[in-house]
């Protein structure tokens, strides 16, 4: 007796070949349409920045010299100063010297603190420490500005009256008056009999 399938039964062994055949070429038009798309926005977003960059090359250009460049050139011959100052064993002076820059980050820690987003407080602490973070937050403006974030303004003025006026006053003008202090002391009064007990 022969027993015939029922059409249950012959669904498990009907050929998928047509899906076999038909995924592959399916899959591949997708990927090209979602290719396509991904560079019409690439260079829709390339586009974008040069426009930006092009109206606003002078914000950005002084944004970048005198936000990141002066103040990490400032920042980091200070510290230079300092390790020469103890390598040259003149501690006292070097101690002198480091006061202003752990004003300076310990100022900066508590602006950090109330304007870092909360999203990047976890790692950008050490930038606090290594006194990198008002040029970073300056770098992050400059980058609002090249994707036409129009909130630039906002954190430009932000950044003009709490962060940019901070260093002048704990780090740059302490330094300078020890710096001459340093100087004078050196010139004049140590090889100057009259001041000698």
């Given at each position: 007796?022969?027993?015939?399938?029922?059409?249950?039964?012959?669904?498990?062994?009907?050929?998928?070949?047509?899906?076999?055949?038909?995924?592959?070429?399916?899959?591949?038009?997708?990927?090209?349409?979602?290719?396509?798309?991904?560079?019409?926005?690439?260079?829709?977003?390339?586009?974008?920045?040069?426009?930006?960059?092009?109206?606003?090359?002078?914000?950005?250009?002084?944004?970048v010299l005198l936000s990141v460049l002066m103040p990490s050139w400032d920042v980091y011959s200070d510290w230079g100063v300092t390790i020469q100052l103890f390598i040259y064993g003149?501690?006292?002076?070097?101690?002198?010297?480091?006061?202003?820059?752990?004003?300076?980050?310990?100022?900066?820690?508590?602006?950090?603190?109330?304007?870092?987003?909360?999203?990047?407080?976890?790692?950008?602490?050490?930038?606090?420490?290594?006194?990198?973070?008002?040029?970073?937050?300056?770098?992050?403006?400059?980058?609002?500005?090249?994707?036409?974030?129009?909130?630039?303004?906002?954190?430009?003025?932000?950044?003009?009256?709490?962060?940019?006026?901070?260093?002048?006053?704990?780090?740059?003008?302490?330094?300078?008056?020890?710096?001459?202090?340093?100087?004078?002391?050196?010139?004049?009064?140590?090889?100057?009999?009259?001041?000698?007990?």
């Amino acid at each position: 007796m022969q027993i015939i399938p029922t059409s249950h039964e012959l669904a498990k062994y009907e050929s998928h070949s047509e899906d076999v055949l038909c995924k592959p070429s399916k899959r591949l038009s997708i990927e090209s349409e979602v290719e396509e798309t991904d560079d019409e926005s690439e260079t829709e977003l390339q586009q974008n920045l040069i426009k930006n960059l092009k109206d606003n090359i002078v914000s950005i250009v002084i944004l970048v010299l005198l936000s990141v460049l002066m103040p990490s050139w400032d920042v980091y011959s200070d510290w230079g100063v300092t390790i020469q100052l103890f390598i040259y064993g003149d501690p006292l002076y070097a101690i002198s010297m480091m006061v202003p820059q752990l004003s300076n980050i310990l100022f900066t820690f508590f602006i950090w603190r109330k304007l870092e987003k909360k999203e990047a407080k976890r790692w950008s602490w050490i930038l606090v420490i290594t006194q990198c973070w008002p040029q970073f937050f300056a770098v992050r403006i400059a980058w609002m500005i090249l994707k036409g974030n129009k909130a630039w303004r906002k954190e430009k003025k932000t950044f003009d009256s709490h962060i940019g006026t901070l260093e002048p006053y704990t780090e740059s003008l302490p330094s300078v008056l020890i710096l001459t202090a340093v100087w004078v002391t050196e010139t004049k009064i140590k090889d100057d009999n009259n001041f000698q007990g």
